[in-house]
């Protein structure tokens, strides 16, 4: 994918997530597109570490691994910030 879609594809995902885990109030726009890039690397790993394909594209099943990653990290961010 190309940068601009990575930072489309992640504010979509980090903004769903931080409405999942009720975090979109602390986060803005910025912090959104970091936490569904960075989502998308975690919850690629965990894929692939599982041996399943990670994220491939701009499609449904790399959205929900992103979205799973995105989840984790705010729950891993949360239990730190504890």
Same mark, same amino acid.
């Given at each position: ?5 990575? *930072?489309?594809?992640?504010? %979509?995902? +980090? $903004? @769903?997530a =931080?409405? #999942?885990?009720? /975090? ?12 569904? *890039?960075?989502?998308?690397? %975690?919850g +690629? $790993? @965990?894929? =692939?570490? #599982?041996?399943? /394909?990670?994220v ?15 989840? %984790?990290?705010?729950? @891993? ?6």
């Open positions: 994918m190309g940068i601009l879609l990575w *930072i489309i594809f992640g504010g %979509l995902v +980090g $903004w @769903i =931080s409405m #999942i885990m009720k /975090t979109d109030a602390q986060q803005g726009i910025f912090l959104n597109v970091v936490v569904g *890039i960075v989502g998308a690397l %975690l +690629g $790993w @965990i894929m =692939s570490a #599982i041996g399943e /394909t990670g491939t594209g701009f499609n449904l099943y790399s959205f929900i691994v992103a979205l799973l990653g995105a989840v %984790l990290l705010i729950l @891993i961010v949360k239990a730190v910030r504890r």
